[in-house]
T-cell receptor, first 116, second 111 residues
Framework: DADVTQTPRNRITKTGKRIMLECSQT?????MYWYRQDPGLGLRLIYY???????NKGEISDGYSVSRQAQAKFSLSLESAIPNQTALYFC???????????????FGPGTRLTVL | GENVEQHPSTLSVQEGDSAVIKCTYS??????FPWYKQELGKGPQLIID?????GEKKDQRIAVTLNKTAKHFSLHITETQPEDSAVYFC??????????FGAGTTVTVRA
């Protein structure tokens, strides 16, 4: 079974709708992240959480919110979806800060979101 | 904040040839530089990383070099194979809570 899972894998929605993307992990990592991938822009960090009681904004958090329900679960919400939020969304986990030995991020398979 | 530029955006190489991807960064405090490979339909996966106290690191057919003075680092893939076809991302970390990615390079290995 995959260590980091995302649901749904694909979603088409309409402008103004609320949508939630879910991420679960079985790696036992404290740190979880949500990224957005757009062609030509690479991966941009939306939100991150270093433990259950910790939530931090990334570089592009406007229009998004998150919830860390448990160590293993981190959800991303779009309160009122708009077309320019059409993108590929990735959840990731790690067990230490970047730069420390072994600081690899483990990515889920992604959720392709289309907002019409 | 840290700005990472990656070139080229696309790269096509003949099987068996070498591929080189270059990245530059802006924040001189950056001290950790990972490279991720993303295969079609999958999430990125770490393939190699380097820290600022090392100038070069090699793992089988892939190697990374770092020039801190010029603030650039490069990924070298030798003897390319079809399974090397993917999108490659460089990244730089100026502090433990920050990691900035480049825009990605799509590598195609021609048989």
């Amino acid at each position: 079974d995959a260590d980091v899972t995302q649901t749904p894998r694909n979603r088409i929605t309409k402008t103004g709708k609320r949508i939630m993307l879910e991420c679960s992990q079985t790696k036992g990592h404290d740190r979880m992240y949500w990224y957005r991938q757009d062609p030509g822009l690479g991966l941009r960090l939306i939100y991150y959480s270093f433990d259950v009681k910790d939530i931090n904004k990334g570089e592009i958090s406007d229009g998004y919110s998150v919830s860390r329900q448990a160590q293993a679960k981190f959800s991303l919400s779009l309160e009122s979806a708009i077309p320019n939020q059409t993108a590929l969304y990735f959840c990731a986990t790690s067990d230490r800060f970047w730069g420390q030995a072994g600081s690899e991020q483990f990515f889920g398979p992604g959720t392709r979101l289309t907002v019409l | 904040g840290e700005n990472v530029e990656q070139h080229p955006s696309t790269l096509s190489v003949q099987e068996g040839d070498s591929a080189v991807i270059k990245c530059t960064y802006s924040d001189s405090a950056s001290n950790y530089f990972p490279w991720y490979k993303q295969e079609l339909g999958k999430g990125p996966q770490l393939i190699i990383d380097i820290r600022s106290n090392v100038g070069e690191k090699k793992d089988q057919r892939i190697a990374v070099t770092l020039n801190k003075t010029a603030k650039h680092f490069s990924l070298h893939i030798t003897e390319t194979q079809p399974e090397d076809s993917a999108v490659y991302f460089c990244a730089a970390s100026p502090r433990p809570t920050k990691l900035s990615f480049g825009a990605g390079t799509t590598v195609t290995v021609r048989a």
